[in-house]
């Protein structure tokens, strides 16, 4: 079992920058591919970034170039760092952690990205 608490999200301006955080508890953090999903009002959950467990990393077209991922294994945390951010990134913003066959997420933290 993997618990996922997600911190950072809140309102700020088109053009500005935050940090996203998930901490994840449980052990073997290392071997989790960590992944961070957006919803907007109306819309599916997408994909914005993931990182393996080599720290191989993939991003959305949307967010690519502005959206930095990464982890840290020795804080069981994985970050996403939003720059330039613009009014269609607003969304609530979850964690996931992947490992066949599991398959966790938090519960989410909102970013609202006023024009």
């Known amino acids: 079992q993997v618990q996922l608490v997600e911190s950072g999200g809140g309102l700020v301006q088109a053009g500005g920058s935050l940090r996203l955080s998930c901490a994840a508890s449980g052990s073997i953090f290392r071997i989790w591919t960590m992944g961070w999903y957006r919803q907007a009002p109306g819309n599916q959950r997408e994909l914005v970034a993931t990182?393996?467990?080599?720290?191989?990393?993939n991003y959305a077209d949307s967010v690519y170039g502005r959206f930095t991922i990464s982890r840290d294994n020795t804080k069981n945390t994985v970050y996403l760092q939003m720059n330039s951010l613009k009014p269609e990134d607003t969304g609530v913003y979850y964690c996931?952690?992947?490992?066949?066959?599991?398959?966790?997420w938090g519960q989410g933290t909102q970013v609202t990205v006023s024009s």
């Open positions: 996931n952690a992947y490992w066949r066959p599991y398959n966790y």
């Open positions: 990182i393996t467990s080599g720290s191989s990393t």
